[in-house]
């Protein structure tokens, strides 16, 4: 016996410190790769930039130049910086040594990367059967591909197919080249929102709602079975006007005129023979991917046995721009995903959140920042918690007493991020940006069906005043009127709050504001013209505008918050935060039921106060 312990004692000790050698020879070789990889990017003349989109599309990304991260959990997915790809074609266009930007067209979405965002979301169309994609984020990007172009440089655009979000992008290109047998999908824009009255009435669960505002559609799909009228003509007007917008793009950039469009999409050309894309001007030319470097030679002058000298966007984003590093400091605060008041568990792999608490924090140490003469808030949001949202318009309210706060929306910001805009003192959007969304909601889960018919279970009280089970609401017995109604109002206060709120900071009677309000998302086309916003442009145009009204001349842009260094994303990654086991599970098992599961699982978690744009529409 006492060899067995001596030989399992023996056993185990070797283990451990078998695995805390290696975990130190790796944590070297880590480091040394990193280490490695610390190098200046020296881009050689006559170079191509290579611009390979097959991934996910975010505001921002975190720091990882290796993929290393990423490639030691096995994790094959691409995630592209919006800022990255606009400050590498920013570097690309400056750089006399760069000719040219070869586009590989393959697959790209906006994630959105929450439940509550990809729930809120009023998104443009769903990429692949996979992941939404903004419009607003690819019309940067091809602003910027444009103004790329005015420098007499070229691009070559190419995919083996092409769906409609990245053809919109690659009709800035030069040449527009597709695989003899591919196809391009093209067929303008619809909404589809999924509605769960009946599957709750199935199960036993009776939403109660509270709204103010005629086109507050957030609460519809849990009440009714189709869309509203007044709901019917808010997504036609902005799905049209967004169509409008990829119409006159890509018929400046193609001169194919707007009705021949049209009559593309209508006759489903995504079947049609590929070599009537041509004839169409949808494209320039047919080749296989193997023959693209001939074609990008013969745009460089080079010979049939001459190497192309490439740069990926990332190692010319890694540059040094000189002019980004004097004058004084514009500071560019991130806003992404689901306004909360305090972190709460990701549903998702990525989810990113707007922390009431933390953004407050961070703008009042950017106020003291003596360093720091005007900030860009970058929002992408759909709203989230109504009462967040009032803290952290405060935040931005006191800030721009200091220094000029200027808000860049991209994707949307729309309902509690619109909200929290209007402490700025200038606005910027794209003209299909989606915000508005001025309106209040609450949404409160009745499952004592399911709990005392369905179930079985009993339920008895005792009680010292007449409201003291309100807790149990919901629960053991349905809502009371006398709660239903207090409900009612504290949403009615909550609407009027965000309408004054809107009213101050556009300059703007309350009138004025409850004619545009109501809970309507407007397009960034419409939402100029009744002075929503005070002009168009990306995030380069609001930085160059927070320059103009903090009065400097010379500036650089500093991003914060301050990214998670690898060390931090590492442990994150270790220590499982994506989600339980029994999660994905569900999410496999159940496929597009498990939106809505986990939307009746998370109710009675959430503030009951939302001033966030509607559930799933399901824009394709």
């Known amino acids: 016996m006492k060899d067995f ?53 975010v505001e921002r990304t ?31 266009k400056e750089n006399e040594d760069i000719k040219g930007i070869y586009l590989q067209a393959n697959s790209l979405g906006t994630s959105y990367a929450s439940l509550q965002e990809i729930r809120n979301a009023l998104l443009d169309f769903k990429e692949s ?47 527009v080249l597709l695989n003899p047998k591919g196809m391009i ?7 589809a929102p999924l509605f769960y009255k009946d599957l709750l009435q199935k199960i036993g669960v009776e939403m109660q709602v509270f709204k103010v505002g005629t086109y507050k559609s957030a609460v519809e799909p849990f009440i009714a079975t189709e869309m509203s009228p007044a709901n019917r003509e808010q997504v036609t007007r902005y799905i049209g006007g967004l169509w409008n917008q990829i119409l006159a793009d890509v018929s400046k950039s193609r001169n194919i005129s707007k009705d021949s469009l049209n009559r593309y999409a209508d006759g489903l050309m995504v079947f049609d023979d590929a070599k009537l894309l041509k004839s169409r001007k949808m494209v320039d030319g047919f080749c296989y991917y193997d023959e693209i470097r001939d074609v ?58 707007i922390v009431s608490t933390k953004v407050i924090k961070d703008l009042q140490e950017l106020a003291d920042n003596s360093q720091v003469k005007a900030v860009v808030l970058r929002i992408n949001s759909g709203g989230g918690d109504a009462y967040a949202s009032e803290q952290i318009w405060r935040a931005v309210k006191e800030l721009n007493k200091k220094k000029p706060v200027v808000v860049s929306m991209g994707g949307m910001a729309a309902s509690g991020a619109y909200y929290m805009s209007m402490g700025a003192q200038y606005i910027m959007a794209q003209p299909t940006t989606l915000t508005g969304s001025i309106g209040i909601f609450g949404a409160l889960p009745d499952f004592s069906d399911l ?12 009680k010292t005043n007449r409201n003291s089970a309100y807790a149990s609401a919901g629960m053991s017995r349905p809502w009371s009127a006398e709660e239903i109604a207090t409900m009612q ?38 939402a100029k013209k009744i002075k929503l916003i005070d ?86």
């Open 535 to 620: 002009g168009f442009g990306g995030l380069s145009d609001a930085i160059d505008k927070a320059a103009e009204l903090a009065h400097l001349s010379s500036y650089q842009a500093v991003e914060y918050p301050a990214l998670a260094g690898w060390m931090e994303q590492l442990l994150d990654m270790a220590g499982g935060n994506k989600g339980t086991y029994l999660d994905e599970q569900l999410r496999l098992a159940l496929g597009d039921l498990y939106q809505p599961f986990i939307m009746i699982r998370n109710m009675k978690e959430k503030e009951p106060i939302q001033a966030a744009l509607p559930y799933v529409l399901n824009i394709q």
């Open 489 to 526: 109002n504290y949403v009615n206060r909550g609407y009027s709050l965000f309408r004054n709120r809107v009213a101050e900071g556009r300059k703007m009677s309350t009138e004025q504001v409850e004619k545009i309000a109501q809970g309507r998302v407007w397009l960034g086309t419409d």
């Open 129 to 175: 059967g996979k992941f939404v994609i903004a419009y607003a984020s690819l019309q940067e990007i091809r602003n910027a591909l444009l103004d790329f172009k005015e420098s007499g440089k070229f691009i070559i655009a190419y995919g083996d197919s092409y769906t409609q979000g990245l053809y919109y992008l690659s009709s800035a290109a030069d040449k």
């Open 185 to 191: 999908e093209w067929r303008g824009i619809a909404s």
């Open 296 to 353: 990008v030679k013969k745009q460089l002058g080079l010979k049939a046995d001459d190497t192309i000298n490439q740069v990926d966007y990332n190692d010319v984003d890694m540059t040094i721009d000189d002019s980004n590093l004097m004058g004084e400091e514009i500071a560019v605060y991130y806003c992404q995903g689901s306004i909360v008041r305090m972190e709460t568990p990701s549903i998702y792999d990525s989810e990113q959140q």
């Open 451 to 462: 709990m005392t018919k369905k179930l079985g279970f009993k339920y008895d009280e005792v």
């Open 62 to 92: 975190q720091e990882d130049p290796l993929g290393i991260l990423s490639q030691l959990f096995n994790d094959d997915s691409n995630t592209y910086g919006l800022d990255d790809i606009l400050s590498s074609i920013k570097k690309a």
């Open 5 to 57: 312990l001596k030989f399992t004692l023996a056993t185990v000790t070797g283990i451990i410190l078998s695995s805390i050698v290696l975990f130190i020879i790796g944590m070297v070789t880590l480091f040394g790769i990193m280490a490695a990889s610390d190098t200046e990017t020296i881009v050689k003349k006559n170079s191509v930039m290579i611009l390979d989109l097959n991934g996910t599309l």
